[in-house]
């Protein structure tokens, strides 16, 4: 089955100081979107920055705005990879991790990473580090690829076959 989707923008509604989210009219439009039970698909943008003019601000930040904010069941990050995996999946021998456990002070066992150079935002482990702070606020994070029945299983509040959560 289909999941009704709707595209938000950040930018021009977002602005940060000192690389520091001031604010986000995009979560407002979340609710909304929410509101109508659609689901609200957001994502980083270049955005105003009081300091220095401008700066990333990363869809990572805005999903823990959003599950501070809203309280949600679940939280789902969609990334080009599946889930998270024992070594970079590129490499060969790379497992896909189904399941992470996060103590409460966030402590968990987590494997080796890199990032893409041309990933600004910091790459799977700035979303891990995000995950785990969602997770220490009782909502459990599914990592899943877009453009999958797992994807599609995770945003309808199902739980996907491939996929890695964190709880």
Same mark, same amino acid.
């Given at each position: =089955?289909? +999941?009704? /989707? *709707?595209? !938000?923008?950040?930018? $021009?509604?977002?602005?940060? &100081?000192?690389? @520091?989210?001031?604010?986000?009219?995009?979560?407002?439009?979340?609710?909304?979107?929410?509101?109508?039970?659609?689901?609200?698909?957001?994502?980083?943008?270049?955005?105003?920055?009081?300091?220095?003019?401008?700066?990333?601000?990363?869809?990572?930040?805005?999903?823990?705005?959003?599950?501070?904010?809203? =309280?949600? +069941?679940? /939280? *789902?990050? !969609?990334?080009?990879? $599946?889930?998270?995996?024992? &070594?970079?999946? @590129?490499?060969?021998?790379?497992?896909?991790?189904?399941?992470?456990?996060?103590?409460?002070?966030?402590?968990?066992?987590?494997?080796?990473?890199?990032?893409?150079?041309?990933?600004?935002?910091?790459?799977?482990?700035?979303?891990?580090?995000?995950?785990?702070?969602?997770?220490?606020?009782?909502?459990?994070?599914?990592?899943?690829? *877009?453009?999958?029945?797992?994807?599609?299983?995770?945003?309808?509040?199902?739980?996907?076959?491939?996929?890695?959560?964190?709880?």
């Amino acid at each position: =089955s289909k +999941v009704a /989707a *709707v595209g !938000l923008s950040p930018f $021009p509604t977002a602005s940060m &100081k000192a690389k @520091s989210l001031q604010e986000c009219g995009a979560l407002a439009h979340a609710c909304e979107v929410l509101e109508r039970g659609m689901v609200p698909v957001l994502h980083g943008d270049a955005v105003f920055d009081d300091v220095q003019g401008s700066a990333i601000l990363s869809g990572d930040v805005i999903l823990q705005e959003l599950c501070e904010t809203l =309280s949600p +069941v679940s /939280a *789902v990050f !969609l990334t080009d990879v $599946p889930g998270v995996f024992t &070594k970079p999946p @590129s490499e060969p021998g790379a497992q896909l991790i189904p399941e992470i456990l996060v103590g409460k002070d966030g402590s968990c066992t987590l494997p080796e990473m890199s990032t893409a150079e041309h990933d600004v935002t910091g790459g799977i482990e700035e979303k891990l580090k995000t995950a785990i702070a969602v997770v220490k606020l009782g909502i459990p994070v599914i990592i899943v690829q *877009v453009g999958t029945e797992h994807a599609a299983a995770a945003l309808r509040g199902d739980t996907p076959k491939v996929m890695t959560i964190l709880r």
